[in-house]
């Protein structure tokens, strides 16, 4: 009883939490006055306290609304129904209560009223647009809504996926009487607004047959027919969704809001001090975390009793644990140190490269420049508007988000610093490497029109950096072949590397030219190749500061392996190497597996290993392989010194029907890894458009045929045909080997810490079981073992989470998570106690409406019963200023 009547409680005040300061701890330490300060600090409390009371609905109240008191009676803090509830110290309501949803309402109404400035009914108007109509519609859908109300009208356009449908009318009794129908109408239970749209200027332009090289010449952007909704824009401003929509005559593409810019839409804190965007970013997670604690006390099994924490959570204003502050960023504007600029037409038609000015679903399509956007670099901005100029002469279009065709959709500027002090002034000075990377769809295009363009586009955007003051630097340029409809590429998708002139290179840059399509960052000091599709933080410098907090938080020594699952480039756990006995990480990009691998290898780091697969499909096998072996006394080494490979050895391939390279004294490792990652992009696009997997081994990994592959693993010996070189050698002759494996990734397992015996092999993203003897007796048993998890914004997998959670020698998991919520949902499931009679696992049927805690809570009833996690710690680190983003840290114990 008294449980539920716990849940929920306090569901919208923090006040009475206060995050602790660590610097103002650290000042107060040995401060006499320290006492009386606390003393203060408890009767400021109360006071804040009283002011509360009474100013939020009760839980058990909200639950039985028809009556009913929760068992702390007279002395709740909360209050029992409508009556009782008093005002905020700020005057605002409960937003919870009846009488703050309905002063929201009339003035959500009256603002709409406000905003919504009459339709105009005449001849020179005949062309409207339907705002709020379910977007699942297609233009069907719209004509049989439209035909089922017996409206008549001339045209009618509805893009799946848009709230927003266009309709024209053949004379002004069509648009009245359209007009009073819809007044009157819903459609899917929705009210339907009906607002002017405008004809582009520039529709009657003819299209271009970019296939042909009928277009040479022509600017081409391949401008729809007379009856495609792009061809409209609203002309008066409503409200729909919350979202204004502007008043406008000039030609739109879809719909814009009232006063939105690219910089209110990608850094829409940057008008607020940075402090203060640090209080607000603090006070969002500080509301998410506390979902963690309603969660996991609601899904905690009625047989169980609730774990401490949750318990003592009311000390902390019902936080999991307490939020230890948020750490600044060391770098406030121009951090970025990737930006990705859409492709598109500006509101008045122009091609552009920016931002767009809001979100396709809206129906907005306008791309700005990106001017004044504080979190873009100078040098980011300036490539930006190079390529826009370019882009006003090319014969090819720009991408059209409404009917998915045209050319060039995406631009990257990827930047890379060179090694030094890292000075959070002058960041432009630092930045010695520039990759360039252009998406387009070369679906039905002429080719030689298309080696034009590109071979026009070098050498533009190469004149174009040689000219600015100082130069800007320019290390490479891929093109990136993309289909799909949105922007967001699979890692897979076929690259390009343009290779830049002798002359170019010479113009742009005094540095030595470098043919390969990645640059290189320092994070702790430690370099970092990075390939044109691999994650890397988008703020190096406060990049360092997470992963130095996560690797305190994780408590490691040499007694530690160290699971660094999501692990990209190997960051985390390559900056952690040197405090654990070895790491493991786990990654799906096969290029970021391939950057791991060499960036270990050019950083003389030794006891790192690198799996390329899914997290959900290799954990388990990992555990086992892992962790699922008899205690014994042995070392197991990094497969790196196993051999004696560094980076000053020479590497030569041994097989001859691969890459051949031998390193003289002034070639260094990253040298000839640079030459060896030249091969690999070059059989690119062609040989991975098949989808399969196709990955650079780690040189020490012995491909001789002789290993110990399980049944059903391809075995990758020097006639499998395709490169590969062992590295067997000594300390002073070490040899290195570029081998591209098709279908399956290997881990090198060494059975003995002097020499790679057994291979285990990961074939179609699952690995082979572990060798029985070999394997187990050779394995040693690290007395800690820690997983530091950095998964994408959706979290981890269900089955990583159930891996780690069922397996009880994980004592100690960090989480890195760039989205509260998916953190607080995994949590859920790892914190939440279980009991020895878990259900069937019944699927999650109506999961479309659920939340990620809702859908959470029904995981873990079929969880196999385990120890649960506690939530011990929590720490933002702001990686994005400007925006409402940040990441997070957790430490998680059992
Ligand atoms: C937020 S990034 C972190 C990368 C790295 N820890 C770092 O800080 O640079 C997430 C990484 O997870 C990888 N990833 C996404 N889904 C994955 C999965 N199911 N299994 C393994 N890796 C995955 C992505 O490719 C990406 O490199």
New binding site residues.
């Given amino acids: 009883m008294e449980r539920e009547m716990n849940a929920d409680a306090s569901p919208t005040s923090n006040e009475e939490f206060q995050p602790s300061d660590p610097r103002s701890v650290e000042e107060e330490a040995g401060d006499g006055a320290a006492e009386k300060r606390k003393r203060e600090e408890e009767e400021e409390k109360g006071e804040r306290r009283k002011a509360l009371w009474k100013t939020s609905l009760c839980s058990y109240y909200r639950q039985q609304p028809a009556g009913g008191r929760c068992s702390h009676g007279d002395a709740c803090r909360y209050a029992h129904g409508e009556a009782e509830l008093r005002p905020r110290p700020d005057n605002t309501w409960d937003p919870t209560s009846q009488r703050a949803k309905k002063l929201l309402k009339s003035e959500t109404s009256a603002a709409e009223e406000e905003d919504s400035p009459p339709v105009s009914v005449d001849a020179t108007s005949l062309d409207k647009c339907l705002i709020g109509l379910p977007r699942k519609w297609t233009s069907d859908s719209l004509k049989s809504f439209l035909d089922a109300q017996d409206i008549l009208y001339k045209t009618a356009k509805k893009k799946k996926g848009m709230s927003v449908g266009f309709v024209g009318f053949e004379n002004i009794e069509q648009v009245k009487s359209a007009i009073e129908v819809l007044n009157e109408n819903s459609a899917g239970g929705k009210q339907i607004k009906v607002a002017d749209a405008v004809r582009r200027c520039h529709e009657k332009k003819p299209s271009v047959d970019i296939s042909s090289d009928q277009s040479k010449g022509q600017n081409t952007e391949s401008h729809p027919g007379s009856d495609d909704p792009t061809l409209f824009s609203t002309s008066s401003t409503l409200i729909e969704d919350g979202y204004a929509v502007e008043k406008d005559t000039s030609v739109v593409e879809g719909l814009v809001s009232k006063t939105k810019h690219a910089r209110d839409v990608v850094t829409p804190l940057a008008n607020m001090p940075y402090n203060d965007q640090l209080e607000h970013k603090k006070s969002s997670l500080l509301q998410i975390l506390k979902r963690l604690t309603r969660n996991a006390r609601k899904a905690c099994p009625d047989v169980v009793p609730l774990p401490e924490w949750i318990n003592t959570s009311r000390e902390i204003g019902g936080l999991p644990c307490k939020l230890e502050g948020i750490l600044e960023s060391p770098v406030i504007n121009g951090y970025r140190n990737k930006c990705e600029f859409s492709v598109g037409c500006s509101l008045q038609g122009k091609r552009t490269v920016g931002f767009m000015l809001g979100n396709f679903r809206e129906g907005i399509t306008a791309v700005e420049e990106p001017v004044n956007c504080p979190n873009v670099s100078r040098i980011s901005c300036k490539y930006a508007s190079i390529f826009q100029d370019f882009l006003q002469s090319s014969v090819l279009p720009v991408w059209n988000r409404i009917n998915n065709t045209g050319f060039w959709r995406q631009f990257t500027v990827r930047e890379g610093r060179s090694p030094g002090q890292a000075a959070t002034e002058n960041l432009d000075n630092q930045i010695t490497e520039v990759m360039l990377i252009v998406q387009v769809c070369l679906s039905g295009v002429d080719e030689e029109l298309m080696k034009n363009e590109f071979s026009r586009m070098t050498q533009v955007l190469t004149q174009g950096a040689a000219s600015c003051s100082p130069p800007l630097p320019l290390t490479t340029i891929v093109v990136q072949d993309h289909k799909g409809i949105s922007n967001a590429a699979p890692?897979d998708c076929p690259l390009l590397p343009l290779l830049l002139s002798n002359v170019e290179k010479q113009s742009c840059s005094e540095k030595p030219y470098v043919s390969e399509a990645r640059i290189h960052d320092y994070i702790s000091n430690l370099r970092f190749s990075i390939s044109p599709t691999?994650?890397?933080?988008v703020n190096t410098l406060a990049?360092e500061r997470l992963?130095s907090l996560a690797g305190d938080w994780a408590d490691l020594n040499s007694d530690t392996l160290l699971f660094?699952?999501?692990?990209?480039?190997g960051?985390?756990g390559l900056t952690l190497a040197h405090h654990v006995g070895m790491v493991v990480g786990?990654?799906?990009?096969e290029s970021?597996v391939s950057d791991a691998q060499r960036n270990a290898m050019i950083n003389g780091i030794k006891n790192c290993r690198f799996v390329c697969?899914?997290?959900?499909d290799v954990m388990g096998t990992l555990l086992k392989q892992y962790l699922d072996v008899p205690q014994h006394h042995g070392i197991v080494s990094g497969f790196l010194e196993s051999n004696g490979t560094d980076q000053d050895d020479n590497i030569t391939n041994d097989n001859g029907d691969g890459l051949t390279f031998q390193s003289d004294t002034s070639t260094s490792a990253d040298d000839l890894l640079a030459n060896a990652s030249a091969k690999e992009i070059s059989v690119l696009p062609e040989e991975r458009t098949d989808g399969k997997l196709e990955t650079l081994v780690a040189p020490e990994q012995n491909f001789d045929g002789n290993t110990n592959h399980e049944e059903g693993c391809i075995d990758h010996g020097k006639d499998n045909g395709h490169e590969s070189l062992a590295n067997e050698g000594s300390n002073n002759d070490a040899k290195g080997s570029l081998g591209i494996l098709k279908n399956c990734t290997a881990v090198c397992e060494e059975t003995t810490h002097e020499k790679p015996e057994c291979i285990e092999m990961i074939q179609n993203n699952c690995i082979s079981e572990p060798k029985k003897g070999a394997a187990e007796s050779s394995m040693f048993q690290f007395k800690n073992v820690v997983a530091i998890v950095?998964?994408?914004r959706v979290g981890l997998?269900p089955i990583v989470i159930k891996s780690l959670r069922t397996h009880p020698r994980i004592r100690r998991l960090v989480y890195?998570s760039?989205n509260p919520e998916s953190l607080v949902a995994n949590a859920i499931e790892l914190c939440t106690p279980t009991t020895d009679k878990p259900e069937k696992g019944k699927g999650n049927r109506g999961w479309r409406k659920m939340s990620s805690a809702g859908l959470a809570r029904n995981r873990v009833k079929s969880m196999p019963n385990s120890e649960p996690f506690r939530p011990v710690r929590a720490m933002a680190v702001d990686l994005f200023p400007h925006t409402p983003h940040c990441e997070m840290v957790m430490l998680f114990e059992r």
């Avoid at 691999?534 to 933080?537: D, K, L, P, R, S």
């Avoid at 660094?564 to 480039?569: A, L, R």
């Fill in positions: 890692a691999a994650f890397f933080q990049a992963y660094d699952i999501c692990c990209g480039t960051t985390i786990i990654e799906m990009n970021a697969g899914k997290a959900e950095d998964p994408p997998h890195i760039c």
